[in-house]
């Protein structure tokens, strides 16, 4: 282990030594295409550091979390019991702790900082330019006093100054307009090089005046500990590895050109807004941080994780049959949803559809599974939309519904939304019954086969599919 701090991007790191996730590539790359290059043909495999980076003295990270496992691992839970962690966290967040002193992320102190002697990789072909996609950005709702916590990217212009790219609803978007109506700009912070825990709660759709500072404590255990900015009145995740402090200023814009989305394509927003950045704090020996943008493991999984547990809170509330929620990779991790219910009533599936339509704009295909369904396997999913959907009966082709602005399918702000009821009716079998070996059998062949395995130094397998 490591002695830094828990909630630091290093323990994570050193976990994964530990475990023989982590690659370290020595050989230099070129932070144009090179790096994107790496961490997407290595997609999964667990975190990179890349220790030579041309140009720069500073490393740079990524792929921190490409599965769901990983993503377990690091909050210290088995993977079945990942969505669960992820919706207590919301549900009993804790209040940050403000550190005495300068924090660990403030060794070094950069007035003015020039953007182009950070190692921002150029991710994909045509794009314009750069872009920060790992900053997890705080901000203040002045209304409640309470923080924000969110993710955008960031495009260097030049010397201190980027665009930032923020939909109009994105609670970030909505903040800056506040403040422009008070005749301000909003005072923003982008932490850079975090533990998962705060890139997850950053992810969160949570009401505007909810704090992901808060959440990102509860994942944690305890609360985070926050050190307050040099240069604007916010307060940053004190072990994080850098920190840009500036204002974001929603009457200068400017022409992005075409930039990646999750759904795999390019998208062409217009004009967004700029940020200028007065200081930026770091370590002696910071590391910095990204995420492959585009349809990329990591990219899709802090979507997919953060909207599925949030939609699991949603359905609670309507639907105590809910067993679990699944936003898929294949959906890229935004647009198809699959909802598992424990012995519901008929007409539940339907009402789980729309209320996940309610919840989560973007999403626009939704399956809904029995309990014995895993509705995180594309497999099992499948198998019963071909045997228990009917497709007169059971499909729900909803269209002219207003769209996300990120849906690749929109068309003059609307898209079509399709709904499968794939769980069993009585009314089609008498009996539904999975042929299989008795499950005392079963149980006992595990146990065999698992000794087998750790005698010969072999992983465990996983459950068969019930």
Same mark, same amino acid.
């Not at 990789?121 to 794009?127: D, K, L, T």
């Given at each position: *282990?490591?002695?830094e701090h828990r909630q630091s991007m290093r323990a994570f790191l050193a976990i994964a030594d530990e475990a023989?996730?982590?690659t370290r590539i020595a050989d230099r790359v070129d932070p144009v295409h090179e790096i994107a290059a790496w961490l997407s043909l290595l997609d999964g495999r667990g975190p990179l550091v890349f220790e030579n980076v041309a140009g720069h003295a *500073?490393?740079?990270t990524g792929n921190h979390l490409t599965t769901r496992a990983q993503a377990a691992r690091a909050l210290g839970v088995e993977t079945d019991g990942l969505q669960a962690r992820l919706v207590d966290a919301v549900r009993s967040p804790l209040a940050p702790r403000v550190v005495a002193g300068p924090a660990p992320c403030q060794e070094v102190v950069v007035p003015d900082p020039d953007l182009a002697a950070l190692p921002i990789?150029?991710?994909? /072909?045509? /794009?314009t330019g750069p872009y920060i996609s790992a900053g997890a950005i705080v901000a203040r709702d002045t209304v409640s006093g309470r923080g924000n916590l969110s993710i955008a990217r960031l495009k260097p212009l030049g010397a201190n100054r980027a665009l930032i790219g923020i939909a109009p609803n994105h609670h970030l978007s909505q903040l800056a307009r506040a403040a422009r109506a008070r005749g301000d700009r909003l005072e923003i912070a982008v932490s850079l090089g975090n533990h998962p825990a705060l890139l997850l709660a950053a992810c969160f759709y949570l009401g505007l005046g909810d704090d992901e500072l808060e959440v990102a404590g509860a994942l944690f255990g305890e609360p985070l500990e926050v050190a307050p900015c040099r240069s604007v009145g916010l307060a940053v995740p004190a072990h994080c590895e850098l920190v840009l402090e500036g204002v974001l200023d929603p009457d200068e814009t400017v022409e992005e050109g075409p930039?990646?989305?999750f759904h795999g394509m390019y998208e062409r927003y217009g004009a967004g807004h700029v940020v200028t950045f007065s200081q930026m704090t770091r370590r002696r020996d910071a590391v910095f941080q990204c995420v492959l943008p585009g349809y990329a493991g990591e990219h899709v999984l802090l979507g997919a994780e953060a909207i599925a547990a949030g939609l699991r809170q949603s359905l609670d509330r309507a639907l105590p049959s809910v067993r679990e929620v699944a936003v898929t990779a294949g959906g890229a991790g935004r647009l198809h949803a699959v909802v598992s219910l424990e012995g519901a009533r008929e007409g539940a599936?339907?009402?789980a559809i729309f209320a996940v339509w309610a919840a989560v704009s973007l999403v626009k295909q939704v399956t809904v599974v029995d309990g014995d369904v895993d509705p995180w396997d594309p497999v099992a999913v499948e198998h019963a939309v071909a045997t228990r959907m009917r497709p007169e009966r059971d499909l729900i082709v909803v269209s002219g519904v207003q769209a996300d602005r990120a849906e690749p399918l929109e068309k003059d702000g609307l898209v079509g939304k399709l709904g499968i009821d794939a769980t069993a009716f009585a009314s089609d079998r008498s009996d539904w019954t999975r042929a299989r070996p008795p499950e005392a059998v079963l149980a006992r062949v595990r146990e065999r086969i698992a000794r087998q395995l750790r005698d010969s130094g072999t992983a465990t397998p996983g459950r068969p599919r019930s």
């Open positions: *282990m490591t002695n023989s996730s982590l *500073m490393a740079v990789p150029v991710f994909f /072909e045509h /794009e930039v990646s989305e599936a339907r009402r």
